[in-house]
């Protein structure tokens, strides 16, 4: 009997252009926390997909529980007790949160004694009994397109509960929650692991393999490189054996040498679709060559105040100056040929077409114009060049080339399409919400510093994020938003982590933020 729960055995995948897997064995022992981690594109996700059954190796063997898997199917999967939260969730967005946990297993009841029927009621004891029980808080009833991400990742695991899964995979589980909503989840993880199940993590966030994590492998370019013990392993270590060299990010910012001001935002004001107030009298300014940071918990309007910016949402006050000229009223388009460029936190919602290739992302927001068309008539070989170049130059990953179609990316290398097409509009003004969000460490490194080179080329630049540890290591001057309002802006080197912290959660503020 093997002392794994699941066993790789020499395997192999590939898709067309690329070794996804390249003659990867590995072990996960049953009860512990096995982390995977790799750069974007390492095969991180193929190789779990494969153990979830959504794909089947092209040579080597899988075994499960002493036996090996003949049947590749997420249905034969779930009959194993293999569970999978994928990083972007699989949930049906107008059904409530008991009807997606159930589907396919629906409680039934009869009608008049012989019609059969989902038994809507019982689905919701069962569900809100089970959150109970590991500290899954959700309302059963509630519709899945009005609760947030937390909560949608909740639902997924609760998914996974509800089928009695053993072995659970978490893709990228903390790559779209907040620092307060990860914390959260690391509990739910190590209170799982707790409980007897086998928990296989796959992340690129070191610290958080620190705090759970038991052991953990590394891929890179599709190869097993190391299997170590997390308790023996430095987070430096692992992020050299993740890239393939030393990685520092901690950093302070560069030297700043703001010029004129590029962007003017006076007493702005924003109203959701319900007419509730989200951004409330906000007012700042962003300089030539600086960095100004907004930090805040996610939820306190900075996403309405970026789309606000960029046109993508209407404004009910206030005023919108670049370089000196009110674009308040301008169209998207009119905002991004002003100076624009907008790298939106829903990269799949907002940023990209996932049923487009890579070539025609890229040109998005140019797709009209020289040299991509002329006369309405596409340039196919200037889009083919213009997109290799881009790939190239941000090291965007996938198994076709520019003509892979975007929804078959990874998350991070989604990310690196949208930075490759805003940064080389060459814009006055550039805005990063959550920029390396399901980035890897060496590509958040590269992230920050194009942010930097962008910075000392010149531009402004507006940086949203949640990452204090980014805001700190990037900006140079920071504002910090709660329930809407800008309670502080500050010079960096005036606030501290805990002065921060402290204004973000609104108890404190200043009377003049600027």
Known sequence: MSEYIVEFKNITKTFPG?????????GIQEGEIFAILGENGAGKSVLMSMLFGMYEPDSGEIIVKGQPLTEFSPKHS???????????FKLVENYSIAENIVLGMEPKRSILGFLPAVDIDKANREIEELSQRYGLDVDPKAVIEDVNIATRQRVEILKMLYREAEIMIFDEPSAILTPQEIVYLLKIIQDLKAAGKTIILITHKLEEIKQVADRFAVLNRGKLVAIQDVADTSTKEMARLMVGRDVDLTQDPEDS?????????HNLQVKDRDGVDRVKNVSFSVREGEIFAIAGVSGNGQNELADAIAGMIPITGGHILLDSVDITAHSIRGKKEAGIAYIPEDRQGYGLVLDFDIADNLILKSYYQKPF???????QKAIEDYGTRLSEEYDIRSSRGITSVMRSLSGGNQQKAILAREIDQDGRLLMFVQPTRGLDIGAISNTWDQINREKQEGRGVLLISYELEEVM???????VIYSGEMLA???????????IGEYMMGVKRDEKQE
């Open 373 to 379: 068309s002329s006369g309405g008539i596409k340039d």
């Open 257 to 265: 040498h703001p010029g004129k001001v590029v962007l003017e935002v």
């Open 18 to 26: 690329i070794v996804a897997n390249d003659n990867i064995s590995l």
């Open 489 to 499: 802006i500050r010079e960096r080197r005036e606030l501290t982590r805990n002065e």
């Open 78 to 88: 779930a009959s194993l007790n293999i569970g999978m939260v994928h990083q972007h």
């Open 473 to 479: 290591s990037l900006a140079d001057r920071i504002g």
